[in-house]
């Protein structure tokens, strides 16, 4: 499935960059998440974000399944990840 940025209305995972770093302590856009519907591994940055929601919505760029679902509020983030398999963070630069 192909999904071209500016017609479909998404940014690419750098979008998450700065939301997911007032979680962690890591950047995540360099994790790999494997996707829970179609399988394919990818770096986060690779996922489409849709942020004209009420958070963010990230969804696979092979399958479109909604990966990641991001919602802040003053005092808490919720983060959904139950679109994504696993997550695997690099801990090094090398």
Request: proline share 7%; with cysteine.
């Amino acid at each position: 499935m192909n999904h071209r940025p500016d017609s479909d209305g998404y940014e690419d995972g750098n979008a998450l960059a700065g939301p997911l770093s007032e979680i962690f302590a890591v950047d995540l856009t360099s994790a790999l998440g494997r996707c829970a519907n179609c399988g394919v591994t990818e770096p986060v940055a690779r996922l489409h974000v849709y942020t004209r929601a009420p958070g963010l919505v990230a969804r696979c760029p092979h399958c479109a399944h909604v990966t990641l679902r991001m919602v802040r509020s003053p005092d808490d983030a919720w983060l959904d990840m139950s679109g994504t398999v696993a997550l695997r963070i690099p801990l090094t630069s090398g």
